[in-house]
């Protein structure tokens, strides 16, 4: 069964490849990016199949075979419309031609990304940590922030860019919003429903308050803040792409907007595949650094 799936994958490679040799009636660029596409997610099938051995990883790499290979018959037989939906080697091979654009626009916003975020993380996480300990905070803040917090931070990001004097600063706010309030609201959270015997057993000890906060309730939260770091990456970015589509010089978001102005959608198609693997790696990252970090989960 194992020997049958594998060949499956390889036979879907295979077919992918094989349309390849389908005379194109438009014009295409160089295919060499194309094909290095389909041997690096060959690639990724074979060892993540082999690792771990789930029909997951075969249900993937089906979908995207499939859709690769019925995406390039179409544009090859010109059942697509030219414009709207370019070929497929031609816009893996804007990953060629603008890839000093594209690499200036993922430099400049994961920036703005690490900065918001790493901000957003550590107020969130010090003041929910204060204000979970605190039951007259707690009671004071928590239903404003239950009032605050739901307001989508693209709502008002075209408001931001307008009052803030630079756009850098109008992005990193942003992005501090998306992420801040989830923390924050984890923490207090988190913090307020910590199991008494914890608190009980280090007041016995005769423990500072430092010490019981940053000591005792701290390490207690970190699973749950590592947890929600890849949902809050993925909302602080989409709220970055919005604020760059309205006034950046540079960034994803930009470069998607920049050519969409043109009706240029080989390279916009080109742009939100590149948004698509920067965020499956920052998941990837949080997910390694949530492996190495968290020893224990508290269920």
């Known amino acids: 069964m194992k020997k049958l799936i594998l060949n499956r994958g390889n036979l879907l490679f295979l077919a992918a490849l094989a349309v390849l040799a389908v005379p194109a009636q438009r014009k295409l660029d160089s295919v060499a990016p194309y094909i290095i596409v389909l041997l690096l997610i060959e690639a990724a099938f074979l060892v993540s199949y082999a690792r771990k051995h789930k029909k997951s990883t075969l249900d993937i790499v089906t979908a995207a075979f499939l859709f690769l290979g019925v995406w390039d018959l179409a544009s090859r037989l010109n059942l ?56 007259r905070l707690r009671g004071a803040i928590l239903p404003i922030a239950n009032v605050i917090s739901p307001i989508p931070p693209l709502v008002y990001t075209p408001y931001v860019v307008a009052v803030m004097p630079t756009f850098r600063a109008a992005s990193i706010f942003v992005i501090f919003c998306a992420v801040f309030w989830p923390t924050f609201q984890n923490m207090v959270s988190r913090v307020g429903s910590i199991d008494q015997k914890i608190i009980q057993s280090a007041r016995v000890m005769n423990v500072s308050t430092p010490t019981m906060l940053f000591g005792v309730i701290l390490p207690y939260c970190k ?77």
């Open 80 to 135: 697509t419309h030219p414009v709207l939906v370019p070929p497929p080697e031609n816009v893996f091979y804007v990953f060629v031609s603008q890839r000093v654009l594209m690499a200036q626009g993922v430099v400049s916003s994961l920036k703005l990304l690490l900065i918001g975020v790493g901000l957003a993380l550590i107020f969130g996480v010090l003041l929910g940590l204060l204000v979970g300990w605190i039951p």
């Open 223 to 299: 699973p749950s803040i590592l947890s929600g770091l890849s949902g809050s990456i993925r909302a602080a970015l989409l709220c970055l792409t919005g604020a760059e589509l309205l006034g950046a010089s540079s960034g994803l978001g930009y470069f998607v907007k920049k050519f969409s102005d043109y009706a240029d959608y080989t390279k916009v198609i080109a742009g939100i595949v590149l948004m698509g693997v920067v965020v499956t790696i920052l998941s990837a990252f949080v997910s390694l650094l949530q492996r190495k970090l968290i020893k224990w989960r508290d269920v």
